[in-house]
């Protein structure tokens, strides 16, 4: 099992900055990619990046890219989202999810954290 839990999130007014943590425990050794999604009222799950553990292999979502950089720090098991140039649109509640594999897509993920609220307002 694999335990995962999010902080960092809050309110932030446009153009502002937040950086999301997610710490990590467990057997998380057979878990090779953290991913953050997130997901705004009335819409899908949607992909926002992930960092792979041994590599440090990194992807975004097209509409983060630029803006959000994805981070992890292996001996405190810890992966962050660092997000900045806020936009309204990115207004969601964030999880972190660890998987045995890199994906844009939520399935190879298997563990999912509690999620945590980003509000930027306008």
């Known amino acids: 099992q694999v335990q995962l839990v999010e902080s960092g999130g809050g309110l932030v007014q446009t153009g502002g900055s937040l950086r999301l943590s997610c710490a990590a425990s467990g057997r998380t050794f057979s878990n090779d990619a953290t991913g953050w999604f997130r997901q705004a009222p009335g819409s899908a799950r949607e992909f926002v990046a992930h960092v792979t553990w041994r590599f440090g292999i990194t992807s975004y979502a097209a509409s983060v890219k630029g803006r959000f950089t994805i981070s992890r720090d292996n001996a405190k098991k810890m992966v962050y989202l660092q997000m900045n140039s806020l936009k309204p649109e990115d207004t969601a509640v964030y999880y972190c999810?660890?998987?045995?594999?890199?994906?844009?897509?939520?399935?190879?993920?298997?563990?999912w954290g509690q999620g945590t609220q980003v509000t930027v307002s306008s």
């Open positions: 999810a660890a998987g045995p594999m890199a994906s844009t897509s939520a399935a190879p993920y298997n563990y």
